[in-house]
């Protein structure tokens, strides 16, 4: 079964942790950006995470206007597709606020509670709760709840602790001190959720990530606050890296700024900008090198063939495809399929 299982997808996040990697957390945001995941995942010899964001959700439900309809439209979709790819792929919903629990991830973490109740198994196997602009208190308060929540629906939870900058679907972080979680904000987040004893849980502590495309070097990341963090805690827990970690934000990154946050106990990565980024490159490459042919120019007919979506549809999956075969090798995924 190419989608994880909810015990295989705590074994890709056990292997990831132990063996120094991490996983790419592709944003899809249509079946065809989902196929072109899955085939760079595939090519990659990777498993990895697929994920939805709170305004993909909407947008996948069409006309309905419903995150829910869309994200359990994306799931079945990705469930029959992904049994021809030979990896194991995680579904992932990212960044919910607080004003859309009650439209999206409740709803959605219900769903899968009665699946579990049916016999069966989740459609998704984590949601992210964004509380990140709340207080502290008030954000785990809500995590602590989703937690137990989770347990029941056989998922895993990932909360974000610290803000990260920049703005993705209309979600803004601030470019203030909270882009730095610190020590203390990490050791409320274990007093509230323990070590794993209370389910399963990923952390996106914050260092400096910001959301949007950036160059590499303009964005001005600490990973090695990770592991003060982490050696911190571990002091106190007698657990080595008791954090599984999550980089947001990682555009504009350096190579050697991934790689310490991985050797920090990163096991998820999320990549959105960069594969947007090469799919829409190739849309237009594609439209500006045929624009006589794509378009009905002073009366004519242009080239049905050119036009035909499909046509320039398979070159952006292509290009997308690369972009996720390059993120694999970078975070040190490919390779490491379960077998």
Not at 3 to 32: C, R
Not at 147 to 170: F, H, K, N, P
Not at 273 to 293: H, K, N, P, V, W
Not at 309 to 316: C, D, E, H, L, N
């Amino acid at each position: 079964m190419p989608i994880a299982t909810p015990d295989e997808y705590s074994q890709m996040l056990d292997a990831a942790k132990s063996a120094g990697f991490a996983y790419p957390a592709i944003n899809v945001t249509s079946s065809q950006t989902l196929n072109a995941a899955l085939r760079g995942f595939a090519e990659a010899e990777s498993d990895g995470i697929v994920q939805v964001s709170v305004g993909t959700a909407q947008y996948l439900s069409g006309a309905a206007h419903n995150r829910v309809a869309g994200s359990l439209a994306l799931a079945a979709y990705a469930h029959e597709v992904a049994a021809y790819h030979d990896v194991k792929i995680a579904l992932h919903t990212d960044h919910c606020p607080e004003a859309n629990l009650g439209d999206w991830v409740l709803p959605l973490l219900e769903h899968s509670v009665e699946r579990v109740r049916r016999g069966q198994l989740p459609l998704y196997q984590s949601h992210m709760w964004d509380g990140s602009a709340l207080p502290l208190a008030r954000n785990l308060e809500v995590a602590r709840r989703l937690l137990a929540l989770s347990g029941q629906a056989r998922t895993i939870l990932e909360v974000e602790v610290g803000v990260v900058g920049g703005e993705e679907d209309g979600i803004e972080g601030a470019m203030d001190e909270r882009l730095y979680t610190t020590v203390d904000d990490a050791r409320e987040l274990v007093a509230e959720l323990g070590t794993g004893e209370r389910g399963r849980y990923l952390a996106a502590l914050t260092f400096g990530n910001v959301h949007g495309a950036y160059k590499p070097g303009a964005v001005r990341l600490r990973p090695a606050l990770l592991g003060e963090i982490q050696s911190a805690l571990s002091k106190e827990t007698n657990i080595d890296r008791p954090l599984d970690l999550v980089f947001h934000g990682g555009s504009g990154s350096t190579p050697g700024e991934i790689s310490e946050a991985v050797r920090h106990g990163v096991v998820k990565m999320n990549i959105d900008s960069d594969t947007q980024y090469a799919f829409t490159r190739s849309i237009a490459g594609y439209m500006l090198s045929r624009y006589d042919q794509v378009l009905k120019i002073d009366g004519e007919v242009g080239v049905k063939k050119a036009y035909d979506p499909r046509s320039w549809g398979t070159p952006a999956e292509q290009a997308m495809a690369g972009r996720v075969v390059e993120a694999a090798r970078q975070l040190g995924s490919a390779g490491r399929r379960l077998k």
